[in-house]
């Protein structure tokens, strides 16, 4: 485990177990904004899984970043925060998206000294260079690319666009999950995708998650579950897998660990879902047992 660092003393020499890169986003709902975005699941996941865990993010200082204490957070300051709405039925998610915060790009990361552990790229609008990750070469680097295959229409409306140069993005990767929406369950570009790096996850929302490795595939089915809200987990899906493939090397166990994890999340609503202790370790005994 790394060693814990000051959350405010500045020093360009940071220690981190788990670095989580993307936009904290305001997701708006009939009570009003609430914090969101794949950095605030992700980052509060790894810290719950017992990490050292930060991120690098851009959003508005209007932003009530509260939530996210004992994580250590640099903040590229934009004048807007990226706003989505989500709409879902527990099945299918309709998103709109109603403005953006500043990219980030390499020279907005700052020196990690030991390099973290697990660096995560999770762009939710597009907003993240996947050239960062060649600045990590000793770090497991990981992707959840769902913000690079996000458009808008007309109305703001999310819609799938084609991601441009995936295979050089994929390369430069050791892991990256997708939902089988990304793709609109196109199984060629899943299998192409999958041929690009040495792991490759496609989650199937309440069915559970699709996993390549070395030429093979397995299905890992969900538990049954009771739907209050889907949101972030995606999210928690893929840091609970990051994180148990970084500590086993098996990424069947990996996927195992993060599907439990993922369908016990959707019981909560939004960062409640975050994983308890209590379920860490149910989840990592039934994977004894399994």
């Known amino acids: 485990m790394a060693e814990k660092i000051s959350l405010n003393r500045p020093n360009t020499s940071i220690s981190l177990d788990y670095l989580v890169i993307g936009h904290l986003t305001a997701d708006l709902t009939k009570n009003g904004a609430r914090l969101g975005g794949t950095s605030a699941f992700s980052g509060l996941t790894a810290k719950a899984l017992g990490l050292q865990a930060g991120l690098v993010t851009s959003h508005s200082d209007e932003l009530d970043t509260s939530a996210l204490q004992g994580l250590w957070t640099k903040n590229i300051t934009s004048p807007h925060t990226t706003t989505f709405k989500n709409i879902s039925d527990g099945v299918a998610r309709t998103q709109f998206l109603y403005q953006t915060a500043k ?10 000294n030991p390099t973290p552990h ?20 000793e770090s497991l680097k990981c992707l959840t690319p769902q913000g690079w295959m996000r458009g808008t ?15 050089e993005t994929l390369n430069r990767a050791d892991v990256a999950v997708i939902s089988h ?67 086993t090397k098996d990424p069947w166990e990996a996927g195992r660990f993060a599907v439990l994890l993922a369908s016990w999340s959707v019981t909560r609503k939004h960062l409640d879902s975050i994983p308890t202790q209590d379920e860490i370790k149910k989840a990592k005994l039934q994977l004894l047992s399994y």
């Open 153 to 167: 229409n007309s109305e703001r409306k999310v819609i799938r666009r084609d991601w441009v140069n995936y295979i």
């Open 103 to 112: 990219p980030i790009v390499a020279n907005d990361i700052p020196l990690f």
């Open 118 to 137: 697990i660096i995560h790229l999770g762009p939710v609008a597009d907003e993240v260079d996947p050239k960062i990750l060649d600045r990590f070469p």
């Open 181 to 247: 929406e990304d793709v609109q369950s196109n199984e060629e570009i899943i299998a192409s995708m999958a041929s690009s790096l040495p792991v490759f996850v496609v989650t199937e929302n309440y069915k559970g998650a699709r996993i390549y490795w070395h030429n093979d595939a397995r299905f890992i089915n969900a538990p049954e579950v009771k739907c209050l809200d889907d949101t972030g987990a995606g999210d928690i899906f893929s840091t609970a897998f990051f994180y148990r493939y970084y500590s």
